[in-house]
């Protein structure tokens, strides 16, 4: 992980939120300005304010820094509805998962 890793997650936070930069900065109670200047690096999060950030877009702290998830704010919304699923749902959701990532492979 580079010294860029945490503005590009934020910036993809932001973009996959379908929100600005300011209005994320205004409803985390920020400048208008404050979400610029994490995805620009001027400036990193403080710990309390990357909680913040996280709980804003309904993630993890891990799944943040996880490399391996592209796209951290799709992947916790389904997994919210995989929670909720009985058994037989997700016997009939396994083989279409498998079959989507077998056909983006070939």
């Not at 930069?21 to 208008?32: D, P």
């Not at 979400?35 to 400036?43: A, D, F, H, V």
């Not at 304010?49 to 998830?69: G, K, L, N, S, W």
């Amino acid at each position: 992980m580079d010294e860029t890793f945490i503005q590009e997650r934020i910036r993809q936070l932001v973009a996959d939120s379908g929100k600005s930069e300011k209005l994320v900065s205004r409803e985390l109670g920020r400048s208008a300005g404050y979400i610029q200047s994490l995805t620009s690096g001027k400036s990193m999060p403080s710990l309390l304010m990357f909680f913040q950030v996280c709980a804003y877009f309904d993630i993890e702290p891990r799944d943040f820094f996880d490399p391996h998830i592209s796209y951290p704010l799709p992947i916790q919304h389904i997994l919210s509805y995989i929670y909720q699923m009985t058994e037989e749902d997700l016997a009939v959701l396994e083989p279409i998962a498998q079959r989507l990532c077998i056909s983006r492979s070939e």
